[in-house]
């Protein structure tokens, strides 16, 4: 059982240059989200979504775009890059309990980004 | 915004004796859980404790919540060097699938 997984690992941009990050999840998690994190800064939510085909934004949207064709996959894009992007880039999927209640969230490994 | 916030933003302890950390947050909640983030890893649940329950524990950790004065606490009793991590708490408000983390504590646990 994988739990979350995120390609690439590691990657380096140019400025102007896009990209996609992959998270897969095989929980048969509803939700999904993409977060942030920069030293300091904690952990933003960029985007997620609540089921397959479904997107909205978080706190940090402004330069991402995002999709979720598949209930397992959700995309995060960078059009052109900027080195305000560089950062750490987590995806974490969920689903909600009875009553409603958020159990928690599983997390990938992460993904280092570096605009140049 | 983030709600949650944990005090201290660090810590330096001997390994053996306790550590304990902070997390103060401002609008209701349904559950507030605590996560583990190793250096260059991705962030790894550890305990979740209700709006109504006070403490609970797992192992090693205990977590107490007073939802009177907004907060909670970990405790991680007698440490390890292993133990070194930064640890987020995050909320989650009534009905929402969403949590809301805190910037952490990043504990280090001397040998």
């Known amino acids: 059982n994988a739990g979350v997984t995120q390609t690439p690992k590691f990657r380096v941009l140019k400025t102007g240059q896009s990209m996609t990050l992959l998270c897969a999840q095989d929980?048969?998690?509803?939700?999904m989200y993409w977060y942030r994190q920069d030293p300091g800064m904690g952990l933003r939510l960029i985007h997620y979504?609540?089921?397959?085909?479904?997107?909205a934004k978080g706190e940090v949207p402004d330069g991402y775009n995002v999709s979720r064709l598949k209930k397992q996959n959700f995309l995060l894009g960078l059009e052109s890059a900027a080195p305000s992007q560089t950062s750490v880039y987590f995806c974490?999927?969920?689903?909600?309990?009875?009553?409603?209640?958020?159990?928690?969230?599983?997390f990938g490994s992460g993904t280092r980004l570096t605009v140049v | 915004s983030q709600q949650g916030e944990e005090d201290p933003q660090a810590l330096s302890i001997q390994e053996g004796e306790n550590a304990t950390m902070n997390c103060s947050y401002k609008?209701?909640?349904?559950?507030l859980q605590w996560y583990r983030q190793n250096s260059g890893r991705g962030l790894v649940h550890l305990i979740l404790?209700?709006?109504?329950?006070r403490e609970k524990h797992s192992g090693r950790l205990r977590v107490t919540l007073d939802t009177s004065k907004k907060s909670s606490s970990l405790l991680i009793t007698a440490s390890r060097a292993a133990d070194t991590a930064s640890y987020f708490c995050?909320?989650?408000?009534?009905?929402?699938?969403?949590?809301?983390f805190g910037k952490g504590t990043k504990l280090s646990v001397i040998p």
């Open positions: 404790i209700r709006s109504n329950e």
């Open positions: 995050a909320r989650a408000g009534a009905g929402s699938y969403q949590l809301t």
């Open positions: 979504s609540v089921g397959e085909g479904t997107t």
């Open positions: 609008t209701s909640i349904n559950n």
């Open positions: 974490a999927s969920s689903y909600l309990g009875t009553a409603g209640i958020n159990y928690g969230y599983t």
């Open positions: 929980m048969n998690h509803e939700y």
